[in-house]
């Protein structure tokens, strides 16, 4: 089992940049797949990117292509996501999830969820 946890969401504006990070308070993500999601949890989520437990495959729905970056650092067990040129439809709550298999873009397929961080994009 692995406890997630989320940081790095703050106020900005449009335009501006963020970097979120995923790390484990128990447990280690290093074999995980990790995918990232906008609120609300689970069910119901929208996807946002994805990335295996390698980092050798990624995934970016189509909103956030060419402007987010998904990338993890497994001797550090974090797993970032590099949000850039944020416009206002990305202000959310962003979850991040574990798959224990080789991650997918569906919510249903992952087994360990954060608590979020919360993300506002101004004008």
């Known amino acids: 089992q692995v406890h997630l946890v989320e940081s790095g969401g703050g106020l900005v504006q449009a335009g501006d940049s963020l970097r979120l990070a995923c790390t484990a308070s128990q447990g ?7 995918g990232w999601f906008r609120g609300p949890p689970r069910k119901g989520s929208t996807f946002v990117a994805a990335l295996n437990w390698n980092g050798g495959q990624t995934w970016y729905s189509r909103p956030v292509k060419g402007r987010f970056d998904i990338s993890r650092d497994n001797a550090r067990n974090v797993v970032y996501l590099q949000m850039n040129n944020l416009q206002l439809e990305d202000s959310g709550v ?30």
Do not use: K
């Open 28 to 34: 280690s993500i290093r074999s995980y797949a990790v």
């Open 94 to 123: 962003y979850y991040c999830a574990a798959d224990t298999g080789s991650g997918s873009d569906y919510a249903d397929e992952y087994d360990y969820w954060g608590q979020g961080t919360q993300v506002t994009v101004s004008s």
